[in-house]
Nanobody
Framework: QVQLVESGGGLVQAGASLRLSCVVS?????MGWFRQAPGKDREFVAT????????DYADSVKGRFTISRVNVKNTVYLQMDRLKPEDTGVYYC?????????????????WGQGTQVTVSS
């Protein structure tokens, strides 16, 4: 059984940093972070391949966010720096059985419960 459990969200001011964590059990996957703001569709944020050797980001977060993974801990991280109010939303960790980087929501079969990130101006 695959389970994903996120943690690390919170309320911060613009310019601050947060680190999200996602503990994955039940397999090894391509991992992604997505977010959803109120009234908007869920959108891609970052993805990382199984061995952690390659990652990709949405243009809106490139240069500010870093995705990483420590496989011996079954944990994926999203380091978020220089946060902006437009980064506000529920952040979801997700696992895809595809190989390679994956931007598409529909390719991710497993999802965490989400963690709220709120950035005030």
């Amino acid at each position: 059984q695959v389970q994903l459990v996120e943690s690390g969200g919170g309320l911060v001011q613009a310019g601050a940093s947060l680190r999200l964590s996602c503990v994955v059990s039940g397999g090894k996957f391509t991992m992604g972070w997505f977010r959803q703001a109120p009234g908007k569709d869920r959108e891609f944020v970052a993805t990382i391949i199984r061995n952690g050797g390659n990652a990709d980001y949405a243009d809106s977060v490139k240069g500010r966010f870093t995705i990483s993974r420590v496989n011996v801990k079954n944990t994926v991280y999203l380091q978020m720096d220089r946060l902006k109010p437009e980064d506000t939303g529920v952040y979801y960790c997700a696992a895809s059985e595809n190989y390679g980087r994956d931007h598409l929501v529909e390719n991710y079969a497993y999802w965490g419960q989400g963690t709220q990130v709120t950035v005030s101006s």
